[in-house]
């Protein structure tokens, strides 16, 4: 057991849970890569940790202390420090190309601070790797001894093997039918037709068959635009139309007052016949 490994072993058992946090992925934690003393580490700044334990998150973890304000997350941190689960280091200038890791040097002040950088010294629970590489080793041997496999589990393999070997080709085959058929409807009857539209779309498996087919229309880039004044000039008739009803009732109005009135009398002359004719 190393130096570092006797120290964090005497950390309180809170502490042991807040490190955890930290380290997965529930954390968020912004980690960048490292050389320290020729070595590849994981290190972060200060206020990456501090926004850490005042996330939602860190409010769900179990068997952790509460911790409400920045001041109670710095405390925790410079406690954690002490127990050697990370220190702090000073990050010196890029050497070599931009994909190789920072060079960091221990820094002389072991002080927590937002603006800081600190260095990993805990890599957490470490089964899931060792799970990972039993399982890796367990692929390679059952695919090393596949000569010496049961008749009726190679006779199997081959045909899943056939079988997803058959879905890939149906695929480059109906995509390469669906470019050949688009390119003779361009022709024969533009804009074209596109057999199952959706086919590489990011949608479902079945969504990705639905609609059968489909024109090529090109998409307005103006049909916004165009709804949106559409609506403006609906709202503008919607406000007019009250204005209109009120004028045409007083012009009925009018009218009907007019109407109403007694025509004005002329006079008549009419001729009365002569009774001695």
Excluded: C
């Amino acid at each position: 057991m190393s130096t570092a490994e006797s120290v964090q072993a005497k950390a309180p058992a809170q502490i042991h849970n807040i490190v955890r946090f930290l380290r997965s992925n529930q954390a968020g934690m912004k980690t960048r890569v490292g050389a320290l003393n020729g070595k590849r580490v994981d290190y972060f700044k200060g206020k990456s940790a501090v926004k850490a334990l005042l996330s939602p998150a860190y409010a769900k973890a179990k068997n952790v202390p509460e911790i409400t304000t920045d001041a109670q997350a710095e405390a925790f941190l410079q406690t954690i420090s002490q127990y050697m689960f990370f220190i702090r280091v000073d990050r010196a200038e890029q050497v070599g190309s931009s994909g190789s890791p920072k060079q960091v040097t221990v820094s002389p002040i072991q002080s927590f601070s937002h603006d800081a950088y600190f260095a990993w010294f805990y890599d957490g629970s470490q089964w899931t790797t060792y799970a990972g590489g039993l399982l890796m080793v367990a692929i390679m041997l059952a695919g090393v001894m596949f000569p010496l496999w049961p008749p009726i589990m190679r006779l199997g393999v081959w045909y899943l093997s056939m079988g997803a070997l058959g879905l890939i080709g149906a695929f480059f085959g109906l995509a390469i039918i669906r470019l050949i058929f688009y390119i003779i409807t361009i022709i024969a009857v533009p804009p074209g037709i596109w057999i199952f539209p959706k086919l590489f779309a990011d949608v479902g498996v079945i969504e990705s068959f639905i609609p059968l087919w489909e024109w090529d229309l090109p998409k307005k880039k103006g049909e916004r635009k165009r709804k949106g004044k559409k609506g403006a000039v609906e709202k503008s008739i919607e406000k007019a139309e009250p204005q209109n009803g009120a004028s045409d009732v007083q012009a009925t109005a009018d009218d009907s007052a007019g109407s109403s009135r007694p025509e004005s009398r002329s006079a008549r002359v009419e001729e009365v016949p002569d009774e001695d004719s």
